[in-house]
């Protein structure tokens, strides 16, 4: 067995931090790839991740824009 494969560590589970769209004819996003549990968690527990708590400029003008929309994580 080679060095490389005796050093290798099984990795953390991976995933995908995704922006969903109430408005059907607007495809999902991927915000982020490949990151853990955690990162993801951070990530959409952030109140500008959603429609409904975001403060920002642009989170308000993405809203106006694209209806209603929020950040989730899935399971890469």
Same mark, same amino acid.
């Given at each position: 067995?080679?060095?490389?494969?005796?050093?290798?560590?099984?990795?953390?589970?991976?995933?995908?931090?995704? !922006?969903?769209?109430?408005?059907?004819? +607007?495809? *999902?996003? +991927? +915000?982020?790839?490949?990151?853990?549990?955690?990162?993801?968690?951070?990530?959409?527990?952030?109140?500008?991740?959603?429609?409904?708590?975001?403060?920002?400029?642009?989170?308000?003008? *993405?809203?106006? !824009?694209?209806?209603?929309?929020?950040?989730?994580?899935?399971?890469?």
């Amino acid at each position: 067995m080679s060095e490389w494969v005796k050093g290798y560590e099984r990795p953390e589970r991976c995933y995908n931090v995704v !922006r969903f769209y109430k408005d059907a004819g +607007i495809r *999902r996003r +991927i +915000i982020m790839e490949r990151v853990t549990l955690d990162e993801a968690q951070k990530w959409c527990s952030d109140p500008e991740t959603s429609s409904s708590t975001c403060k920002s400029k642009t989170g308000k003008a *993405r809203t106006r !824009r694209v209806g209603a929309w929020f950040d989730g994580y899935e399971l890469r």
